[in-house]
């Protein structure tokens, strides 16, 4: 996993609990200009199987004095069965214009974490 996916995988857990966290498919970055730019689609289950489904997108730096510093941006896109989110990520690499398609992240060691936190704290 690369360290702009940690780091935005750190903002979703600031925002919902981790346990929450479905599934999330990342598109490959794209760089340019100093910056790696990325955008991911986070499924959230909410209640039952309904699930609220959130676009990701982060911009982190790659060279100059703020290297390595990123920005991560996360909003819902929709709210469904589980059969709406393949649509939804669709629609996401539509209009973001992505190269590529959306691999699953595997979210093991990450969804572990809070287990790992509690044992130590």
Do not use: C, N, Q
């Amino acid at each position: 996993m690369s360290d702009a996916l940690a780091k935005l995988l750190d903002a979703v857990a600031g925002a919902m609990p981790r346990g929450e966290v479905e599934a999330v498919w990342a598109f490959p970055p794209v760089r340019r200009e100093g910056r790696e730019h990325g955008v991911a689609v986070v499924s959230r289950r909410i209640a039952g199987d309904r699930r609220r489904v959130y676009r990701a997108r982060y911009v982190m730096a790659l060279a100059g004095a703020g290297r390595g510093a990123v920005t991560v941006d996360l909003e819902p896109a929709a709210e469904g069965p589980p059969e709406l989110v393949p649509s939804v990520i669709e629609g996401v690499r539509r209009r973001a214009d992505e190269a590529g398609d959306a691999e699953r992240v595997d979210l093991t060691a990450w969804l572990g974490s809070d287990d790992e936190r509690a044992a130590v704290g």
